[in-house]
C-alpha cells in the first residue's frame, strides 16, 4: 500500500532529528538502489546530517558515473565502518526489505540501536524496522523516494540528485517499458529531467559503456540459449567457466534475463547464473504469469513478474530441471 499519512509525518521526524545516518542498500547494488541513496544522502546533508552511504559490495561498472571522485558510495569493510553503525541514530534500508539481503552487513544493523526504516516496493517486507515504507504498486524505490520528499517539501534536488533518482526509475523500469509505467511515473520522471537529470549520458552509462568481454558473454549465453513447454519458457545459463573464459563476474550478466523475453510466444524467461557459493537464478514473466510464486518455491522471492532466488545445496543440472517442471504449472 502507498504510505499514509502516519508514515509521511513519522518519516519527517525521523529525517529531521539530530545524530548520524547510515544508508544502505542489498547486495549487488543495482540503480534504483543507489540512485535512491544518493537522491536522499543529497537531502538529509543539506539540512545538517552527518551521513555515510555504505553497502556490502562495491559501485558496479555501469553505475560509477554517479559517484565519479568515489567517495560518496562506500563499500562495506567491519574495521572501518562496524563502530559508525552501531553508533548511527538511523539506519535507512532502500530496495531491500529482509536484513538477510545485507549479506555480512546483516549481524551489525541488526546490533545497532538505531532506528530502523525500510523504503521499498518488494513484498513481504520484514519487522525489524521502526518505520517501513514498503509500496508494492510503486514502479521503484526511487519513485517512492520521490514522492516522500516531495511530500515533506524537499525538492527540488541538484542536478546530481535528480539523475540518481531519473537513474533509479529508469533501470527499474526497463528504461519505462514494464507495467508498472504509466503517465504519473512520468510526470515525475518529466519534472526530474527539469531540475537537471539527462536522460542521454544516463542510458549511455548504464547501458551503451561496458567492456567487450561482457558481450564475448552473452555471445556464449545466447548461443546456449534453450526452450521448453512448446516455446512458453526460454532460458539461459551462466556458468562459472563463462565467466573464467570471458574474464567476466556476476554485475556482467545485468542486462541479460530480459532478452528471455523477446521471443515470441515466451511466457516466463529464466537465467541461472552458477556462481561460488550458490546458483543464482532469475525469473522474469509476461501479464499475470505469477513468477515470484515460482521464487519462492526456491527460497527466493520478488515482484509477480520479475523475482530471484539463490540456491544452495543443489547443482545446477537438477536446479535447473526441478524450476522448469515447476513452471510448467504457472503457465497459461
Given at each position: ?198 536522460p542521454v549520458s544516463t ?114 543440472d537438477t536446479l535447473r ?6 513452471a510448467l504449472h504457472l503457465?497459461?
Open positions: 500500500m502507498p504510505p499514509t499519512s502516519s508514515d509521511h509525518i513519522r518519516f519527517r521526524e525521523l529525517l529531521s532529528a539530530p545524530g548520524s545516518v547510515v544508508l544502505t542498500t542489498h547486495i549487488n547494488p543495482d540503480g534504483d538502489g543507489l540512485g535512491s541513496e544518493l537522491a536522499l544522502a543529497e537531502v538529509l546533508r543539506a539540512q545538517g546530517a552527518s551521513v555515510r552511504v555504505v553497502n556490502h559490495d562495491a559501485v558496479p561498472g555501469p553505475y560509477r558515473f554517479l559517484d565519479p571522485v568515489g567517495q560518496a558510495l562506500e563499500q562495506y569493510a567491519p574495521e572501518h565502518h562496524d563502530g559508525l553503525i552501531a553508533s548511527a541514530r538511523l539506519i535507512v534500508v532502500l530496495d531491500a526489505n529482509q536484513l538477510s539481503r545485507l549479506g555480512r552487513m546483516e549481524a551489525v544493523v541488526t546490533s545497532s540501536g538505531a532506528d530502523k526504516v525500510i523504503i521499498d516496493h518488494h513484498p513481504d517486507p520484514g519487522t525489524f524496522a521502526s518505520l517501513t515504507i514498503v509500496d508494492t504498486d510503486a514502479s521503484s524505490t526511487g519513485e517512492i523516494v520521490f514522492r516522500l520528499l516531495d511530500e515533506a517539501g524537499r525538492l527540488p534536488l541538484s542536478a546530481n540528485g535528480a539523475n540518481a533518482l531519473y537513474t533509479a526509475v529508469m533501470t527499474d523500469t526497463g528504461s519505462f517499458r514494464f507495467p508498472k509505467t504509466d503517465a504519473e511515473l512520468h510526470r515525475i520522471v518529466a519534472r526530474l529531467i527539469d531540475m537537471g537529470a539527462d542510458y549511455q552509462h548504464v547501458f551503451e559503456e561496458g567492456p567487450a568481454n561482457r558481450l564475448q558473454l552473452l555471445g556464449e549465453v545466447l548461443a546456449g540459449l534453450q526452450l521448453a513447454h512448446a516455446g512458453r519458457v526460454c532460458l539461459f545459463v551462466v556458468t562459472r567457466d563463462m565467466f573464467r573464459r570471458t574474464g567476466t563476474s556476476e554485475i556482467d550478466t545485468d542486462a541479460f534475463v530480459p532478452m528471455t523475453l523477446t521471443i515470441g510466444g515466451v511466457q516466463i524467461g529464466l537465467m541461472f547464473t552458477e556462481l561460488d557459493d550458490c546458483i543464482k537464478v532469475n525469473f522474469r514473466s509476461r501479464g499475470s504469469v505469477a513468477v515470484n510464486r515460482l521464487a519462492q518455491a526456491f527460497g527466493g522471492n520478488g515482484h509477480q513478474n520479475a523475482a530471484g532466488a539463490r540456491v544452495r545445496r543443489m547443482d545446477l530441471q526441478d524450476v522448469i517442471a515447476r503457465l497459461t
